[in-house]
């Protein structure tokens, strides 16, 4: 269990759920994570 927490995947994952579910409670917070992605990505 601890392995595969530790993996990079799982810790990518783990953190972008929980970060997911925090934003969705904040609009504005959110739409900085679009314009961060977006930076990032594009």
């Given at each position: 269990?601890?392995?595969?927490?530790s993996?990079?995947?799982?810790i990518i994952?783990i953190?972008g759920y929980?970060?997911f579910?925090?934003?969705r409670?904040?609009?504005?917070?959110?739409?900085?994570l679009r314009?961060?992605?977006?930076?990032v990505?594009?």
């Amino acid at each position: 269990e601890v392995q595969r927490i530790s993996k990079p995947g799982g810790i990518i994952a783990i953190w972008g759920y929980w970060y997911f579910n925090l934003l969705r409670e904040e609009e504005h917070l959110k739409q900085m994570l679009r314009d961060f992605f977006t930076t990032v990505f594009d």
